[in-house]
T-cell receptor, first 112, second 116 residues
Framework: DAKTTQPTSMDCAEGRAANLPCNHS???????VYWYRQIHSQGPQYIIH???NNETNEMASLIITEDRKSSTLILPHATLRDTAVYYC?????????????FGQGTRLTINP | DGGITQSPKYLFRKEGQNVTLSCEQN?????MYWYRQDPGQGLRLIYY???????QKGDIAEGYSVSREKKESFPLTVTSAQKNPTAFYLC???????????????FGPGTRLTVT
């Protein structure tokens, strides 16, 4: 599996956009980028995923660079409830169960 | 937590005892996973299963066993051979339909196991 690199921690002011970077320089052509988050002592929550085009849903936007070696998760108007650990992972688009390898993620703190 | 249940939420056992953690889903997902999380750490994969009666070892399978007799259920047994079983255990399921471009994944609420 391609590995990802994320900053250990980030801070963001409430109401501002939170931009979380992720490097995945060894990503293969058949691998998607996925983002999850985990609020303390709860199971991780799926946020968004993409292959090469930018994606947006009700939770966030995902910007993937043209060479696909990095991506940015954007929370457009961060709230205190967005404080969590955010995980960026890559996995193949092949059908069937694939290993999901979670690193240590980025601990995002939203400050009032 | 989207139709995945894990029970109990907290579990206490004495060292040397086997213990089975429950994971049930009513989402009709084919793939199910078990992860372990230690304080301040990311998730580590223990076992995963693509279909009924089939499962594969993850990165830290030693000291654990699983079964997948039904699509809805994927119980994890922590055996006495697991050297450091105290941890937060998470179960997940995935529906991944590349043909339809759909992807669903849900994690359960987790079971915090303490072995003394």
């Amino acid at each position: 599996d391609a590995k990802t690199t994320q900053p250990t921690s980030m801070d963001c002011a409430e109401g501002r956009a939170a931009n979380l970077p992720c490097n995945h320089s060894t990503i293969s052509g058949n691998e998607y980028v996925y983002w999850y988050r985990q609020i303390h002592s709860q199971g991780p929550q799926y946020i968004i995923h993409g292959l090469k085009n930018n994606e947006t849903n009700e939770m966030a936007s995902l910007i993937i660079t043209e060479d696909r070696k990095s991506s940015t998760l954007i929370l457009p108007h961060a709230t205190l409830r967005d404080t969590a650990v955010y995980y960026c992972i890559v996995r193949p688009i092949l059908r069937g169960a694939q290993k999901l390898v979670f690193g240590q993620g980025t601990r995002l703190t939203i400050n009032p | 937590d989207g139709g995945i249940t894990q029970s109990p939420k907290y579990l206490f056992r004495k060292e040397g005892q086997n213990v089975t953690l429950s994971c049930e889903q009513n989402l009709n997902h084919d793939a199910m996973y078990w992860y372990r999380q230690d304080p301040g750490q990311g998730l580590r994969l223990i076992y995963y299963s693509q279909i009924v009666n089939d499962f594969q070892k993850g990165d830290i399978a030693e000291g654990y066993s699983v079964s997948r007799e039904k699509k809805e259920s994927f119980p994890l047994t922590v055996t006495s051979a697991q050297k450091n079983p105290t941890a937060f255990y998470l179960c997940a399921s995935i529906l991944d339909n590349a043909d339809r471009g759909t992807y669903e994944q849900y994690f359960g609420p987790g079971t915090r196991l303490t072995v003394t």
